[in-house]
């Protein structure tokens, strides 16, 4: 889920051409985490003194709130990018509350008390009188009173719009882009909610400024406005689209009770009955400083950077963390199917569940993941896209629909005319059964070590990459130094390893399986 | 007042230093303060790295940026075709020869071979041809470079273009077209620039069954052999190399790649006439599963070499993105939409479009349209703000540093305006005109170019869930379906 449409490509022609890598990009950036790392590794042993050249323009300091700051050194270019890291997504949910974190996350482009508004003082009463009658809506309408629900809604009505009045639409988001940032947007996927854009470098101070008081004194105005948006976001990505609805009725049947079950943009019912209060406890609860990871990186100097950090930042007051979710999810026990009817042509996906990122043998599992997808000669692409010609396409994901628990390797196909979903069903198993009895040759192992060091070093230049990637790592794996670690312990995997953790994974007692059928045309 | 400026231009003093890295200290106690309250260094001044550029003996022209932050090199040629010279008839030909390069191998590394070798090296080769250009591009390890590079000029030269791999391109397109209407989305892109070109223009027509079917091997090389010519061609190559030597492997790999005699270049590309083909009317793909509509609105538009084109896209700024008037106004006080725009998107070398839309449930489908119609009809009557202009420029101009933050948007921007015939300086010249738009040239542009009488509206959306209807748009409207459906694969 993000806060704003991705940048309007301008219409391309034949734009169905790339469909389905669309469609793939898509599940891939906002179904699953940004684990960039996920397919690379090894052999050029010559890259690990760059790596380590990299490594050390990186520092990190705390402040006695225990906000983090992860900061990058790189004068390249006079700009710089920020991150704002938020440890907690959808996972973090109450029953009845989906969606929740994404609305927040939306909510945090209203402004704040000075920002946003004409007049803060009068408009504040308005607000808060919106929110009381929303309330006794609900309560008339549980009660069956249609009548005083309707007059309530009319009540309702005119004081949003003296309330919108007051509002200054979006004058967060401008006085950014005003002043020359770019990239400005936010997603909230099931274990973090991020907030990110670059500035020119001569712009840190106005980050700070900005980005402190847009948590510290934040007003959720627009409420009930921005739920319509919500609402007409999820009809995009789920209602709308075959593979939304099927990924949302896929996480349901693989992991029931498990807070990566839900949707992250939440249940439309959930959504419809949001209150600004239920938004005001997730962000209580949650926005608290050692909750929140800051990654700059770009054109600054870590000693201004703390001097500004602790000065606007060292604003907020330190408080008791929240404890984390615990996951009660019972053991599965045997295969489990779903099956959604619609128009449209066929997917086929299948999942695994596997333990957190945290695991050790979390490299493993990236590196399986690499074997079957990742490239032209990887064991799926091949077989099942090229040699048997079956699907037109096929993909694995290392987690889902996030890492910082127990989640799910998936893999997803679409068919090729012609062909079925049992076709693909099979040509898959045939892949998994070679992985779990024969070992992996040397050559292929030694590939995917490769690639992950060259992928790593490709993601070294981009600013807002690293922002991306550090404050993550030091959230889920308690440093961001693993960004750099995971590299050894990726090259440290043999075949062995390999096909034990396949044995362990690719069991029917994991396994889930999701159908799109066709109906209709 | 003038204390206040006198105070800034103490802090602006102070901070410059710091940031400059000259002050290591921390001494200096900062305040917390309200953006309002900032001042600020000095914007970065803009840096262009140094290129070269130099001609082979064939007439392959040659781009190089050295830049030695990582062991890595890449490059791009970019060839004059595109997909928009191919025939009707065979539409998909272009394409299949830009895939069928690369992944079906060369004379003398087959496909396989070719896969293995690079993927183990970490590295890449793709080709691609889209609608005005075609492209090859590598990536790799500067320790891998000289192989790496060897097989790219072996891709661009001598490619195998194997019977089996462009039956499996086809037999991959002919899965894509049996998908492309599961994404209201997609329909509505296409249909939408099939109104305004046509569904014949090499602008809008779509690859069929059909037309694949008329796609032999022969077709490829032709196409192939037609545009592929060292004189016909540039390259770029941006990385960790020293430009002399990779001069040597440049003339090692190309030189004796004989030129051709026939005409290269612009000259060998007959653009295709463009003209709107439907103005105005209201268009509705049916698609009653659907609960949200897909909406786009517009006409044809122009070209960026317009002297126009700054104030137009000054226009786009005052529209879009956070406080434009649709994402103010639509989206976050009315509540139609998540995606609202309105775009005066132009091309190169052939007119653009205007396009404006967004996606709303099915019942809000005429308000969405009125709404962002509404928007359209203030920019004509009535001046913009002088807030909203003063916004709309500082967005482009304070982030224009950002078309310089990598070595490679430079050498991409030299070589593409070499490639469409513009003059080097053009997006500095772009940037002066948009210093000097003023709110006048902004209502002139948008009543100039933005011609209501020749929109036309497409709705991909659920027909008996849009109420009020989209014959309710005006007094003497006539909706117009649209069948998508698809003919049998068997063509």
Redesign the interface.
């Known amino acids: 889920m993000r806060f704003?449409?991705q940048p309007?490509l301008?219409?391309?022609?034949?734009?169905?051409?790339s469909?389905?890598i669309?469609?793939l990009a898509i599940l891939l950036t906002w179904v699953l985490p940004t684990d960039a790392l996920a397919q690379?590794s090894d052999?050029?042993t010559?890259?690990q003194p760059?790596i380590d050249r990299v490594a050390r323009q990186i520092s990190e300091f705390r402040l006695s709130n225990g906000m983090k700051f992860i900061v990058m050194e790189r004068h390249?270019?006079?700009?710089v990018s920020f991150m704002t890291y938020v440890d907690v997504g959808s996972a973090y949910e109450l029953p009845g509350k989906t969606g929740a974190a994404h609305f927040l996350e939306h909510l945090a482009?209203k402004g704040t008390t000075?920002?946003g508004s004409q007049n803060y003082q009068a408009e504040k009463p308005l607000l808060d009188r919106l929110d009381a009658l929303f309330t006794q809506i609900q309560a008339a309408q549980a009660a069956g009173n249609a009548e005083q629900a309707a007059k309530l809604q009319q009540e309702f009505d005119q004081l949003k719009a003296e309330a919108?009045t007051y509002?200054k639409?979006?004058?967060?988001?401008?006085?950014?882009?005003?002043?020359?940032?770019?990239g400005?947007n936010a997603t909230t996927s099931a274990d973090a909610t991020r907030y990110f854009y670059?500035f020119?470098?001569?712009?840190?101070?106005?980050w700070?400024?900005?980005e402190?008081?847009r948590f510290l004194e934040p007003v959720f105005r627009?409420f009930?406005?921005?739920?319509?948006?919500?609402?007409?976001?999820r009809?995009?990505r789920t209602?709308?689209?075959?593979i939304g609805k099927l990924v949302e009725a896929f996480l349901e049947t693989a992991l029931p009770s498990h807070p990566y079950g839900r949707p992250v943009i939440g249940y439309e019912t959930d959504i419809r009955n949001l209150t600004t209060a239920d938004i005001d406890q997730l962000f209580d609860t949650y926005y608290t400083p050692d909750r929140i990871i800051m990654g700059i990186v770009g054109?600054v100097?870590p000693?201004?950077v703390?001097?500004?950090a602790?000065?606007?930042f060292g604003?907020f007051q330190s408080r008791t963390r929240a404890a984390d979710v615990t996951v009660n999810a019972p053991a599965q026990t045997e295969p489990r199917e779903v099956v959604v009817n619609?128009?449209?042509?066929p997917w086929y996906m299948e999942g695994y569940q596997r333990p957190a990122v945290t695991d050790p043998d979390d490299a493993v599992y990236q590196m399986i993941s690499s074997l079957l997808t990742g490239?032209?000669?990887a064991r799926l692409y091949r077989s099942l896209v090229?040699q048997q010609?079956l699907a037109?396409n096929v993909s694995v994901a290392p987690t889902f629909p996030g890492d910082r628990y127990s989640n799910l390797v998936l893999l997803y196909a679409?068919t090729?005319?012609g062909h079925t979903i049992d076709e693909v069903a099979a040509a898959v198993d045939a892949e998994l059964t070679r992985l779990k009895t024969e070992p992996i040759p040397f050559?292929e192992l030694?590939?995917i070590k490769?690639?992950a060091?060259?992928?790593l070093?490709?993601i070294?230049?981009s600013n807002q990459g690293m922002a991306s990637l550090l404050p993550e790592y030091e959230a889920k794996t308690g440093s961001w130094r693993n960004l750099f670690e995971e590299l050894k312990a990726i090259e440290a995997v043999t075949a062995e390893d390999v096909q034990r953790v396949a044995n362990e994974l690719f069991q029917p007692q994991n396994q889930t399986i999701g159908k799109l059928m066709a109906v209709?045309? | 007042m003038a204390k206040w400026f006198k105070y800034g231009l103490i802090t602006l003093v102070i901070s410059l230093v710091v940031v400059m890295g000259f002050g290591k200290s921390s001494a200096l106690a900062v305040t917390p303060r309200h953006y309002t309250e900032l001042q600020f260094p000095p914007p970065p001044e803009i840096k262009i790295p140094p290129y070269s550029q130099f001609d082979l003996s064939n007439g392959m022209k040659v781009y190089l940026v050295e830049d030695h932050e990582l062991p890595l090199v890449s490059g791009v040629a970019t060839i004059y075709t595109g997909d928009r010279l191919e025939p009707a008839d065979k539409t998909g030909l272009a394409s299949i020869v830009g895939e069928v390069m690369r992944s079906g191998g060369t004379d003398d590394h087959p496909a396989e071979a070719l896969n293995q070798f690079l993927e183990q090296q970490a590295a890449s080769i793709e080709t691609g041809i889209n609608t005005t250009s075609g492209s090859a591009s590598f990536s790799g390890l500067t320790e891998d470079l000289e192989e790496v590079f060897g097989l790219f000029a072996e891709v661009l030269r001598q490619p195998a273009f194997p019977p089996e791999r462009i039956d499996f391109s086809k037999k991959q397109w002919r899965g894509s077209i049996a998908r492309r209407n599961d994404d209201p989305d997609g329909i509505a892109s296409r249909e939408f620039q099939k109104l305004i070109y046509g569904t014949d223009s090499p602008y809008a027509r779509t690859i069929e069954y059909t037309t694949l079917d008329n796609i032999t091997r022969g077709d490829v090389v032709d196409f192939y052999q037609r545009y592929y010519h060292p004189n016909n061609i540039l390259l770029g190559i941006i990385g960790d190399f020293d430009s002399a030597q990779m001069r040597d492997l440049i003339e090692a790999k190309f030189a004796d790649w004989q030129p051709t005699s026939q005409p290269v270049g612009r000259q060998l590309m007959s653009l295709p006439e463009v003209s709107q083909i439907q103005t105005g009317g209201i268009f509705l793909v049916d698609q009653p599963q659907l609960t949200q509509s897909s909406v786009q609105i517009g006409h044809l538009g122009g070209k960026l070499d317009s002297p126009d084109y700054a104030p137009l896209s000054v226009m786009n700024e005052v529209l879009n993105g956070l406080g434009g008037r649709l994402v103010n106004e639509v989206r976050s006080r009315q509540g139609l939409a998540y995606s609202v725009y309105a775009f005066w998107a132009p091309q190169f070398d052939y007119p653009g479009t205007f396009v404006a839309g967004g996606q709303t449930r099915s019942d809000a489908t005429v308000p969405l349209i009125q709404a962002t119609l509404a928007e359209l009809k203030k920019l004509r009557t009535t001046p913009i703000r002088e807030d909203e202009l003063a916004r709309a420029k500082d967005s482009v101009l304070n982030a224009f540093i950002f078309n310089f933050d990598t070595p490679y948007q430079t050498l991409s921007r030299v070589m593409r305006y070499a490639y469409y015939g513009y003059p080097q300086d053009f997006i500095f010249r772009y940037q002066k005109q948009v210093e000097a738009t003023t709110v006048a040239d902004v209502q002139r542009v948008a009543q100039t170019y933005l011609k209501p009488e020749q929109m036309v509206t497409l709705v991909v959306g659920n027909s008996a869930a849009i109420t009020p209807p989209l014959s309710s748009l005006s007094p003497d409207a006539k909706v117009t379906q649209i069948d998508v459906s698809l003919p049998s694969p068997q063509g």
Do not use: C, H
């Open positions: 704003f449409p309007l301008f219409p391309r022609l034949r734009a169905w051409r469909a389905i669309v469609v690379n052999n050029g010559n890259l760059y390249q270019s006079p700009t482009f000075r920002i919108a509002v639409q979006n004058e967060y988001g401008q006085i950014v882009e005003q002043s020359g940032g770019v400005l670059s020119p470098a001569n712009k840190l101070e106005l700070m400024s900005l402190s008081e627009e009930y406005e921005e739920k319509d948006v919500i609402l007409e976001e009809r995009m209602d709308n689209s075959p054109d100097y000693a201004q703390k001097q500004f602790e000065a606007y604003r619609l128009p449209s042509e490239g032209r000669t090229e010609q037109l679409q090729a005319p050559e030694d590939r490769t690639q060091r060259a992928g070093m490709r070294l230049a209709g045309g």
